[in-house]
């Protein structure tokens, strides 16, 4: 049981560049979320799913695209990568909508 | 809009001393609060959560309890180690299980 697993750990992406951050879980969850971490603040929700086919805006989307097609998968896409998109980004997953999140181990991104 | 306040920013005391992290938050219309632990470089791991209809949590040497009227949670840490030494922070669920983040309080606790 891995639990909440995210490819690449680290990414440096030139300004404009596109990419893909995986996020896999393996408990079952209906729940998944994409959160961002700048220095010295606290995580900021940017998209979340509550099962295969629905997603929802978090409070900082833009610049962001997410899909769920699959229980298991919700990747964060970026589209024309900019410098404020540098920083920590964890997936996390809860079986409903009250339970424990579970995050995985982020991915540190760094756009120049 | 949730706006979610941890004070102390910092916090370093001496191995064995118990130790209190506070918790604000602005609106008390809130599903339950999570605390999570943050060591460096890593994810985060959940400590305990308190649903809303609950006033507290244990787990070892941990207590966590809630407030809501007064939006305030705070999280208990009895008999500290080296190994308590993290950022621990504090999340209250919106409708849908959307954390809220504080900004943390990073704890050294010193042999």
């Known amino acids: 049981n891995a639990g909440v697993t995210q490819t690449p750990k680290f990414r440096i992406l030139k300004i404009g560049q596109s990419m893909t951050l995986q996020c896999t879980q393996d408990?079952?969850?209906?729940?998944m979320y994409w959160y961002r971490q700048d220095p010295g603040m606290g995580l900021k929700l940017i998209y979340y799913?509550?099962?295969?086919?629905?997603?929802d805006k978090g409070e900082v989307p833009n610049g962001y695209n997410v899909s769920r097609s699959t229980t298991e998968d919700f990747p964060l896409r970026l589209e024309l990568a900019a410098p404020s998109q540098t920083s920590v980004y964890f997936c996390?997953?809860?079986?409903?909508?009250?339970?424990?999140?579970?995050f995985g181990p982020g991915t540190r991104l760094l756009v120049l | 809009k949730q706006e979610v306040t941890q004070i102390p920013a910092a916090l370093s005391v001496p191995e064995g001393e118990n130790l209190v992290l506070n918790c604000s938050f602005t609106?008390?219309?809130?599903?339950?609060l999570q605390w999570f632990r943050q060591d460096p470089g890593k994810g985060l791991t959940s400590l305990l959560l308190i649903q809303s209809s609950q006033r507290e949590q244990t787990s070892g040497r941990l207590n966590a309890s809630l407030d809501k009227s007064s939006g305030r949670s705070t999280l208990y840490i009895a008999a500290s180690q080296p190994g308590d030494s993290a950022t621990y922070l504090c999340?209250?669920?919106?409708?849908?299980?959307?954390?809220?983040f504080g900004a943390g309080t990073i704890l050294r606790v010193k042999s």
């Open positions: 799913s509550v099962g295969a086919g629905i997603t």
């Open positions: 609106d008390s219309a809130i599903y339950n």
């Open positions: 996390a997953s809860s079986y409903v909508g009250w339970e424990t999140q579970y």
């Open positions: 408990m079952n969850h209906n729940y």
């Open positions: 999340a209250v669920g919106e409708y849908g299980n959307k954390l809220v």
